[in-house]
């Protein structure tokens, strides 16, 4: 921790400073400059409160943290990659893995066509929302339990893996019996609760990054999943809010999978779809997070979305999904990976 | 709603899409331009799904809306403005109401030493957190139900009315037992599950804004609320992100109030404190505040901000906040209206 | 300036780094905890080419700069509030400047019309743009020179002083002939051979912020000017670009002007038409503008909006102006100021 | 293009604005619903003048454009790949064009090393700039004229092409005189003198995308160019300010790349080092770019990163940068396109 002083304070209001710190366990190394004092402060407890308590004392100008504020979610923590298992599959392994389905459960005839064409496509993770979060009250809402048991009717038929979204602390536990890896949404990336109690389950979960949320926030929000007992969290890139979305609903932020790679053990996987709110933009976009380093790629499919309940327009039909796998493939091929 | 459709079509793809609209009991008029096709479409059930349907159809090249997404919170719906009764206080009317009080409830004689300070200045409803949301997980999360119960104790010794956060579903019961108003924080601005059940409590309700929500996704939250039995929504501008947090946490969008007052019906209040985070921004912006025309304002006090366990930055001190008093009830004078 | 390296460097690679600060005049106070290694670099030569040169070196995580970029602007370097005079005005005063008049100059009838209005209504300084910065290439580009010639007939029917928008580095000298105070747009504030052309004429600057610079780089600009001998700007805050546009068309960031007082002694005007691009927000947004401590308003107005050649739905009708101006003179004495 | 206009309006009111449309050759079309007026209006003039009108007049709620704002530069212009060429090379065809150099031409020494490497990897376009625009008046302003007979000198060992910026208006024929394609920065994209007199000379324009510029108003930017006289506009995406600059500078927005080929003709360039900043981000996003479709790439390498007077940390070295060229040639391959 860094302390920016002014310089020409009294002495007193510097010492008191530095006592402070050194009842905290620190250790402290003054710069005394033309213009600012620095103490360079090492060595005693890390604490959230005692940075604001810093800021708000008699002569201190900022204070700096050196130290990431996560610990668990660290590659300095861990060095090597964390493979998240399913089921036979791997997650951030050598083996990109895509998860394909419809936006939300509509029906059981829906989900289980979709969920044949993506078995056909040799894809093994089945994607689908049986909670789903609206921004208008007036909006479908899910089909809710009966959503659920249609996934693992799907499951069952096909031997696909569910991945599902969960919204509320009071359904994790239903939620948990039917999926294989429990989704949390934008919308609920720093809804705390919730993220305590997929905690608490032993299933694999998939962050999705809130819609401007920093990288920091969002490794914080792994990192209380992971504090909290469960240490097989899969980050998600969705695209993040900007100044236009005219032409794409929101901006994927492709940097954001080398750079939570480089400072996180953990498996990072993109969404095209919800990362720009247009089927014609999936596929391009698509090819460029497997070639930007994605542990896995999650991609919504209709076969009618022209009937879909919700998000129809940045659904892909079958062929295109088809043409899309052929394309990601070849790009896996040149990073040294397979799908 | 408008479907604006390319030029150069075969009749019978436009045909498709008019019959469509008409399905759902819409009149259509056509206009067409050298380049587009416009059909108006009036008259038809609202629907979320139709609109995501017309966009994936062929021909369609974007769709756009014509009424408001929200109904209930609208100022067409209801032309006078709703005023709040919480206690003998009245929220949106011609008083401009204080809340002030700690960020978090930290210990009994915190709460109960500022909550006099606030009593003794003439303010009549007291903050402070007991459920805390925290960035990270290892920062203090709150004294929980010891702190509702402080809370109480306060009231009963002061009179104040009491507003506090509310963050999980399966807390609402417990929470809505103390508050005088139950607060939804930016970050659960979204959390449709604690909206609906927030909805189910006869108490008024804070509705912060979401760090990056637009104006209108505020309002369909709010909808949400009341849509679900519970009326007595207020909307609270607490800052936006933007792409500078140098020298103020957020940017305190101040345009919402104006803003609000037209599209909406609901008292509006704002946030000096969250909207900067710097506790030497929260009085100029307060009076901007109520410049601007909101029905309150919401700020942090701490009798000693450097001991504070969170938030101790943004804090005002007892005496700032007295001079703070004096000169906002100057300019609510000059707005016709008291403090 | 602080670097922070990784620990279980090897000695000699701490050693380079330290060598490099020497050179360049600086003291060192390494501060080493388990984790990290801090180096306090003092006393050296500013040199923003050194902080990048140490962040390509070995071991170096981060270089932070703990002295604030600029001088001639910083509050530091000089105590006193600038105070700059355009004929027998003082902007940055006890005073509170209002600059009215229309986007753009359209004609001789309209200018000398609207300059009646804005003096009849004790309003001392006239704005309007002969040259005009437009998004698209079709739209009008103001009457140039001509537009010019119209301002100073305005100026010497009314008394009113005149400002004006400059563009091109070609035509600052022309420009600066007739015009009181240079406005560089939004769109030039880092046009920075237009800064240092205008640094050459002795005529005050008005400096508007760009659409999404920060409040460093803002000041960036000011010191851009300053440095090349002018020191007679002022910098308006006009609206930040955020994720919503709908209703307003920018953000106003209001809480600029507190912060920009208190890091420089520079004058600090608003302008809620360019703020907001609504007429009817225009009020309410110059009140908080004068509440949060602004120096000066810069205001659209027009005697036929639906007539206006640009920007016609932010310009304020004459009965409204006068209805602000009462208002905000309000406002200005519980602030201690007039206007 | 449509108006919305509010129901239970006098008629008057509703006729004064058909009239109005009328007068400007348009032919109207009404649906009225319950709520509101809807006027499609076909067949007029184009003119941004008369929506601006329109949004004043008495009723209008808004005016909603439907035809684009640019012409020249849209794929319904010219529906082929406008192809640009640079002596014997092709800029949009079939080979992606790679563009590599230092941040800035620091003396001529550093300059033909680099040039000898970037000619060496078989790379046909050398990038350098004489004239830098920097943040800070303190900072390194680039060796203007000399930098560009270096770049000439450069040029003629090499047989590579150079690509330079220009800044000024006064300096655009010296800048063309000596470069092969005229660079115009991210802070000049709407520096509209700038544009225009680049359009009058016969050179090829690298048109970067503002920080915080909207894809419309980058489009319309290029329209500038091409309606002054110059059709080959290259448009570069170099990254948009977000609120998370911790980690990247900006965020690459690739969506963009995908966008610009489908709304217009022009070639698409990506930068991803100014795009991320950070030289071990170049790689990935260098990769995606080309997976994404991008129709060039530019790049910054300096033979002594260390040493660089500016941008030092986003510049990569010979051996990364030879690496790089290798992934990315394979990556093209999957594109069916060469490097």
Chains 1, 2, 3, 4 share one sequence.
């Not at 060095?79 to 394909?100: D, P, R």
């Not at 993770?125 to 799907?154: N, V």
Request: proline residues 4%; glycine residues 8%; contains cysteine.
């Amino acid at each position: 921790m860094i302390i920016v002083m002014k310089n020409g304070l009294q002495e007193e209001t510097i010492q008191k400073v530095v006592e402070r710190l050194r009842e905290n366990g620190y250790q402290i190394h003054q710069s005394r400059g033309v213009e600012k004092v620095l103490l360079g402060a090492v060595g005693g407890e890390k604490s959230d409160y005692l940075k604001s308590a810093l800021e708000t004392m008699d002569g201190v100008e900022k204070v700096i943290s050196i130290l990431a504020p996560y610990k668990l979610a660290s590659r300095e923590f861990k060095q090597e990659n964390t493979i998240i298992k399913v089921g036979n599959l791997s997650l951030g392994g050598e083996q990109i893995q895509v998860m394909a389905g419809p936006c939300a459960v509509e029906s059981r005839e829906q989900l289980l066509e979709i969920a044949a064409i993506v078995q056909e496509n040799g894809v093994r993770i089945l994607r689908g929302g049986a909670y789903k979060p609206r921004t208008s009250p007036y909006a479908f809402q899910g089909l809710e339990e009966k959503g659920l048991q249609y996934l693992a009717e799907a499951r069952e038929k096909t031997g696909l893996y569910i991945v599902t979204e969960v919204m509320d602390t009071r359904k994790v536990e239903l939620v948990a019996e039917y999926a294989d890896i429990l989704q949390i949404g934008a919308r609920n990336m720093q809804n705390f609760p919730l993220l305590m109690e997929v905690a608490k389950h032993n299933k694999p979960v998939l962050l999705k990054r809130g819609l401007s949320s920093t990288i920091e926030e969002w490794i914080m929000a792994a990192e209380y999943i992971m504090l909290h007992g469960n240490h097989q969290v899969m980050l998600c890139e969705r695209g993040i809010r900007s100044f236009d979305s005219t032409y794409s609903r929101n901006v994927l932020d492709l940097s954001a999978v080398p750079i939570l790679k480089k400072l996180t053990h953990l498996p990072v996987i993109v969404d095209p779809s919800h990362g720009t709110g247009k089927w014609h933009l999936v596929a391009p976009l698509a090819r460029a997070g497997v070639a930007v380093g994605a542990d896995g790629l999650i991609i919504e499919i209709h076969n009618h979305p022209e009937k879909a309940v919700c998000d129809g327009p940045q659904c892909l039909k079958p062929q295109n999904f088809r043409n899309l796998l052929q394309e990601i493939k070849q790009i896996a091929t040149v990073m040294g990976r397979t799908i």
